[in-house]
């Protein structure tokens, strides 16, 4: 499919946390299974599938184990020496990324979402590109928003500015850009952060 009015975006897979949810010396959540795929590979294959491209993964906690789930994939990975203190500071480092500079945009996709398919990717990206990449574009669901979240060039400076583990929704909500909410269903809302909920909705625990 091309790219309408040749606005380009790229993606930023969030791949750095260290899963406190999951319990002290708790086993990976993005190395659960799901189909038989560690899920953050799952994730990136999704976002490789995509209209978005590049695609860089955010490594930080055990960034072995991660890479080496990633292995084979054409996915640019990037460690964070800061993920200790947050996620937004994994946003700041993908975001800082030369190869996704030069995008008029950049979806920012947690990796811990399992719902979440190349339709939806796309759905975001259309829309951007439908805005001429000069609006935000978020996931919800029944009007409560999610992810992922696209945002425009104009806020790259911004992003990487961030600091703390608020995520960009300040920034949204400061940015005083238009944002488009696409209704993806309940995948924009469903991240796997507990081994409960990795096991209630079809993951496997793994290492």
């Not at 606005?7 to 086993?27: D, F, H």
């Not at 695609?55 to 990975?77: F, N, P, S, W």
């Not at 790259?156 to 500015?161: K, M, V």
Request: proline share 5%; glycine share 12%.
């Amino acid at each position: 499919m091309e790219q309408r009015k040749g606005v380009s975006v790229g993606a930023i897979l969030l791949a750095a946390g260290q899963a406190k949810r999951m319990g002290e010396n708790g086993q990976h959540k993005l190395l659960a299974e799901f189909d038989g795929v560690p899920l953050v590979r799952r994730s990136a294959i999704v976002l490789l599938a995509s209209n978005a491209t590049p695609v860089v993964a955010v490594t930080g906690h055990r960034q072995g184990d991660i890479e080496e789930a990633l292995t084979g994939l054409d996915i640019a990975t990037l460690f964070n020496p800061s993920y200790l203190i947050g996620m937004a500071s994994s946003v700041a480092c993908g975001v800082s990324h030369p190869q996704l500079a030069e995008c008029d945009g950049v979806l920012v996709m947690l990796a811990d979402m399992p719902g979440i398919v190349t339709g939806h990717i796309d759905s975001l990206i259309q829309a951007f590109q439908k805005s001429g990449g000069e609006s935000i574009v978020r996931a919800s669901f029944c009007d409560k928003p999610g992810h992922p979240v696209l945002f425009p060039q104009v806020l790259y400076d911004r992003l990487i500015r961030l600091s703390g583990d608020v995520g960009a929704r300040e920034l949204i909500a400061d940015s005083k850009l238009p944002v488009i909410t696409i209704d993806i269903g309940p995948a924009a809302l469903l991240d796997v952060d507990t081994p409960t909920a990795i096991i209630e909705n079809g993951g496997v625990l793994r290492g």
